[in-house]
């Protein structure tokens, strides 16, 4: 009798729906379109965009794009309601600096990082690692896309083993996607330094690449 009672809980709590089982939903505008959303770390589309299942209480919420300031701000979820938010994004406006421009760098491989050299030109973006063996350069009118990927990276410090969650400046390319860190020597700068300047490179290269796709529109060009 206990076995059928249990078994008949099991049931009706798997049956609740998602108010009883603390979720609730959130709907995101703004008001510029295609603006990347970030829950918690996590891309979860471009505005205007419906989150569902999102569990009951305080969530992180990211909003980014291309030549605007990230918007970020906390968001309270309740069990069984829908929290609907309007954002406005505020443009960058800053003039594009002298190039070229080089950075110090971090790579990212498939389990590991390497550090070296970015420089940004008028054509291209170009890495060389410390080592030496780590060379390339990216035209921007060989990328297809240019983005900010957020999460939890491990090891980029030597030393002890530290984890930091950041958003890097990702490049789809021909044949590869590359992932990209503006480094600091100081772990404990991590959160707020890296982030700052890797954004900066993020905008910047965006810029270049919009400017390059833009020209080669205006002549009617194929890569």
Not at 130 to 157: E, L, N, Q
């Amino acid at each position: 009798m206990r076995v059928i009672v249990g078994v008949m809980a099991c049931l009706l709590l798997a049956s609740l729906p998602c108010a009883a089982q603390g979720q609730g939903t959130l709907r995101v505008k703004s008001d510029i379109t295609a603006v990347e959303v970030f829950l918690d770390g996590v891309s979860r589309g471009t505005t205007p965009v419906t989150i569902p299942q999102v569990p009951a209480g305080t969530h992180r919420l990211t909003l980014a794009k291309g030549g605007y300031k990230d918007h970020v701000q906390q968001v309270e979820i309740g069990a069984g309601t829908t929290a609907k938010l309007f954002i406005v994004m505020k443009k960058e406006e800053e003039p594009l600096p002298p190039l070229p421009v080089k950075y110090p760098g971090l790579h990212r491989h498939a389990l590991s990082f390497c550090a070296g050299e970015i420089t940004v030109t008028s054509e291209a973006l170009e890495y060389r690692g410390k080592d030496g063996k780590d060379v390339f350069r990216i035209p921007y009118t060989k990328m297809h896309a240019v983005s900010r990927s957020i999460g939890a990276s491990t090891g980029m410090f030597g030393g002890p083993l530290t984890t930091v969650d950041l958003m890097g400046l990702r490049i789809d390319a021909e044949g590869r996607s590359y992932t990209f860190w503006v480094s600091t020597e100081d772990p404990s700068e991590a959160d707020y330094e890296m982030q700052a300047r890797t954004k900066q490179l993020y905008e910047l290269v965006n810029r270049l690449w919009n400017q390059a796709l833009a020209e080669r529109k205006a002549s009617g060009k194929k890569s």
